[in-house]
């Protein structure tokens, strides 16, 4: 069984900056926080806003006060000025690429034409758009419709922004031939046209089509349109309890895609929850996965990986291969690691909901684990490395330990900065800090190595650990936003993050090489260059291909660390 994401599915860009202004807002001030109707058409993202006190409003009252934010969607310009006139503060979240659609339609509505708009009638985005008409809109959703018009004089034509892009060819090769002087705009959204394509290719390549989305989605509902013109078994679902995997059963090859405002974290739980019935099918696979979810869910395999990561450092700095210093930052990581996950079990709703789902049920166990393993890593650190050594973790623990507690009330007077990890962007620097020092300097501070090569392998150490951190917080943007966790992708957009990452990731590899051949490290360290390459084609592939499951971008960015320690034996 062969399950396939679409590269398009998700939040298009006018989705993406309605819900990161309201969110924003939302974060940042103290007031009253209104959209104008439904911000977008998905039940989840609405109901996450009512959770934040977020609210609907439907009607425009005479007076009022807070922030209102208009919709993705656009709306008329008088409900826009009543808004204004009411006392609210506006901020306008309409789509770029509707506010272009707005913008041709008042400009030939000036000039007196009529403007005929090819889409439904009471979709917001139309009832926006009529709006700029100067009463002389009219709507067309058929070709019949169309033909039932007068032949105005003056006209201009234009579609909702997610219309159907074939029946849209229809509308104008029509207009071309019976009324060559109307003004014909394509205003179909390129995302939209994409999508379309993505879905059309799909489902001829695959047995049956998901559609996840909101019933209310105009753009969602045109996939599952064209996926079920195709013959294809295609269901449209807003969440994965609707989905029937009795008309699944003969399917071999499953495409997933997902309306413009779909959040990832619904698709994500989709495809996890769809591959999940289906290995069922094969048992032997089936174990196979569930190990590895177990592993990863854990962290015992992020742990396994700081172990090995610290064997090769020591490898790297002429250290003789203590396996004490390896088993000691497994420790550690693995008891810092579960603490912190689970303290942020309402995140990981939206960015790993099954890994909350697991911490949850599990969370006295999970505490205990931890426990155990942070007071066995600091006693065997003990005991067989030395009290400096000792000292240094004990300090690392108690910092780890005080990242979620409310310790800094009196240093800040700004009452979102209480926490440690309330500090913008301290997740990833202090983790990655972490790394280094368990990986790299405890085992250097115990075998009083260089200081060039210490320096050198702390460089390498760290700047795996941080493009390891940085591309995961970039995977779980949308939920740190909605969370008021201010990571580095958030602070400086996905954009620049991914930069920061490819530039870190090349100057390890400069530094290997480099250090190999002027005896700052041994002249095998060229060989575990092959790490962050790796590292680096892999993130550029799945940020091409952005809807590769989650599961696996983290279990295979995870195996480079393994693979780390063990070219380390190998070398």
Sequence with gaps: MKIVVAKTAGFCMGVRRAVDMVLDASNLSSEP??????????????????????????????????????????????????????????????????VRVQVIIHKYAKKGYSTIIIGDQKHPEVVGLLGYAKGKGHTVT?????????RFDDAVVVSQTTQN??????????????????????????????????????????????????????NTKRLAQIASQTGKITAHIEDVS??????????????????????????NDAYDQIERNLQQQHPARAFLFSIRNFLLKTNIMT?????????????????SQNLHHAVIAMLYVLSMQILNNLFTIKPDKYNHPQRAFFYKKYRSWLMLFAVLSGVSGLYLSFIAIGRISFSILL??????????????????????????????????????????TVTCLLPAVASQSKWL?????????????FARTAFFDILAIQGDRITRKETLPILLGEKRSFGIIQYVLMADMGILLLSSFTDILVKKAVFLVII???????????????FVPGTHREFFIEALFLFTGLIAIVI
């Excluded at 029937?244 to 405002?261: P, V």
């Design 33 to 98: 926080i209104y959209t104008y109707g439904p911000l977008i058409h998905n039940p989840q993202v609405l109901k996450l806003f009512e959770e934040k006190n977020i609210f609907k409003m439907d009607r425009i009252p005479e007076k009022g006060s807070g922030i209102v934010l208009i919709r993705a969607h656009g709306v008329p310009p008088e409900d826009k000025e009543a808004l204004k006139n009411a006392g609210f503060t506006v901020m306008d979240a309409t789509c770029p690429r509707v």
């Design 142 to 150: 058929s070709l019949d419709q169309l033909y039932e018009l007068p």
């Design 165 to 218: 892009t074939d029946f849209y060819g229809e509308i104008k090769a029509w207009c071309k031939t019976n009324a060559p002087h109307y003004q014909i705009f394509d205003t179909i959204c390129g995302s939209t046209e994409k999508r379309q394509a993505e879905i059309r290719e799909l489902a001829e390549e695959n047995d049956a089509v998901i559609v996840v989305g909101g019933k209310q989605s105009g």
């Design 242 to 267: 609707q989905i029937d995997y009795g008309k699944l059963s003969s399917a071999r090859s499953i495409a997933i895609t997902a309306g413009a405002s779909t959040p990832n974290w619904v698709i």
């Design 303 to 319: 742990a396994a990986g700081a172990g090995f990561l610290t064997y090769a450092c020591s490898v790297l700095q002429g250290i």
């Design 395 to 436: 300090i690392m623990s108690l910092l780890g330990l005080s990242y979620n507690l409310k310790i800094i009330p009196f240093i800040s007077k700004k009452e979102q900065l209480i926490r440690l990890k309330d500090i913008p962007g301290s997740k990833t620097i202090l983790i990655t800090m972490a790394w280094g």
């Design 453 to 465: 090569s210490v320096a050198v392998v702390f460089l390498f150490a760290t700047g795996l650990v």
């Design 532 to 546: 962050p390459l790796m590292m680096l084609l892999l993130i550029r592939f799945f940020r091409k291909d952005s």
